[in-house]
């Protein structure tokens, strides 16, 4: 762990609202010369804290319009390892994100599908065949404001 000090938090935040910034427009940006704002961000992606860089796509450009968050309890924890039932959810590709998690539910996803009746397809034969599937719960998204996290 390294200690970050305001201007290591001004860059994570100006890469966490647009990722693709160069060194230097960064820099401009942050009156930092292009080298040292480099410098800077080497330091961060080589301590771990900068983990990626990743591309936003905007789902109903693509023709998938809605998107669902299941809270999956699993009926028989003995008879099913949590590690098969990783491994075939994260097959299906409608399948987004994958959460553990403790409370009610051993599971929370988020699907996205092009539909409501196309999220029915995919919630009947691919969510509900899944090993060791015992209750599902469905909420559908409406609206979602993204933030930038704790940085933000």
């Not at 427009?25 to 983990?51: F, H, M, T, Y």
Request: charged letters at 30%; a positive charge.
């Amino acid at each position: 762990m390294i200690a970050l000090d305001d201007l290591d938090r001004a860059i994570l935040r100006a890469l966490a609202a647009d990722a693709s910034q160069n060194a230097g427009a960064l820099g401009r940006r942050l009156n930092l010369s292009q080298p040292a704002c480099w410098r800077r961000v080497k330091r961060l992606e080589d301590a771990g804290i900068i983990a990626g860089k990743r591309l936003d796509l905007d789902r109903a450009a693509l023709g998938f319009g809605v998107s669902v968050f299941l809270g999956i309890k699993l009926a028989t924890r003995g008879r099913v390892s949590l590690e098969d039932f990783e491994r075939a959810a994260r097959a299906i590709p409608e399948v987004q994100v994958i959460q553990h998690v403790l409370g009610q539910f051993d599971y929370r996803m988020r699907v996205t599908a092009r539909d409501i009746s196309d999220f029915e397809r995919v919630l009947r034969r691919r969510v509900m065949t899944l090993p060791g599937v015992g209750h599902v719960e469905a909420n559908v998204v409406l609206s979602e404001d993204r933030r930038l996290g704790p940085l933000g």
